[in-house]
């Protein structure tokens, strides 16, 4: 039932034209002069009711069946991958949790980049039907989180670190521990644990106990999060125009794996590609 109500909700956005440089209008809090960058989330199927929950959420499990098998998943990755890295071992859980999430493992981490171009590749994977590219401001869903938490609404601001007390209860080092206090989620800044997340300019919200509360967040007043609709006829087009940017899937996953799919998607695609309008703009109302 209430997967049912998300997906309903998800389909009753509410469309509207902004200025192309301010979307919303939130898009003034950044600038040239500014460190801030939004958060970006490509999805190659924007009607999905899973499209802004976590991998270990989607198949509907409660906290407490999640976080037995994040415990299982957690014991299990670090027993076995260590022989097969490339690169240094993550020197901490956080460090062995961000590289989980990037080779596939079922995680409570929801993936986001600070690189517009690599967004845009993820919304482009696949058929890409129904894409889209999230715009997500991290300050104003931390800012929703902190005020939940008594003890941390004081202290806390801004996008968090791993190290900071705020983000401590999010994941215990004690993969046996299984309390989960907190329920919004947390916008989190990784370290560089690979290649691989420091090339795709990777940043995460890690949820909590609540398995729809980012959905929950956008449905508050003048939420600070936008879906960009991709028109399905531009898709081969910006598939080309990402190539000729050099975003392409050995730079997004630079490895072997990822320079052989480059060389197979350039052996079977087709050109020229149709100059269409490629963007409409959406509200999330939810």
């Not at 960058?37 to 409660?62: C, I, K, M």
């Not at 991958?81 to 596939?104: I, Q, T, V």
């Not at 919004?184 to 106990?209: D, K, M």
Request: glycine share 4%; charged share 30%.
């Amino acid at each position: 039932m209430q997967d049912a109500a998300l997906r309903a909700n998800q389909e009753d956005w509410r469309v509207f034209r902004p200025s192309p440089a301010d979307p919303q209008g939130w898009a003034r809090d950044y600038g040239p002069d500014s460190m801030w960058r939004p958060w970006l989330r490509g999805e190659p199927d924007r009607d999905s009711p899973s499209a802004l929950v976590p991998a270990l959420y989607r198949p509907n499990h409660s906290w407490t069946d999640a976080a037995r098998w994040e415990q299982e998943l957690r014991l299990e990755f670090r027993r076995r991958a260590l022989p097969m890295l490339a690169e240094r071992a993550p020197s901490d859980h956080w460090g062995w949790y961000f590289l989980m999430r990037h080779h596939g493992v079922p995680t409570r981490l929801l993936d986001w980049t600070t690189d517009s171009l690599v967004a845009l590749h993820f919304a482009l994977c696949g058929s890409a039907k129904r894409s889209a590219v999230y715009l997500l401001d991290p300050w104003w869903l931390n800012d929703l989180t902190f005020k939940r938490g008594r003890k941390t609404a004081s202290r806390a601001s801004g996008v968090a670190e791993p190290d900071w007390s705020a983000a401590k209860p999010y994941l215990h080092a004690d993969e046996f521990r299984l309390t989960m206090r907190p329920r919004l989620p947390l916008a989190v800044e990784p370290p560089h644990v690979s290649r691989r997340v420091a090339s795709q300019q990777s940043r995460f919200v890690i949820f909590g106990s609540g398995r729809d509360e980012l959905v929950l967040c956008a449905r508050r007043r003048n939420p600070r999060l936008l879906c960009l609709e991709i028109d399905p006829r531009a898709v081969d087009s910006l598939r080309w125009d990402l190539e000729l940017a050099g975003t392409t899937e050995s730079k997004v996953f630079p490895d072997l794996d990822g320079l052989g799919r480059e060389l197979a998607f350039a052996a079977f695609r087709s050109r020229p590609f149709p100059k269409v309008p490629r963007f409409s703009t959406h509200v999330m109302r939810f």
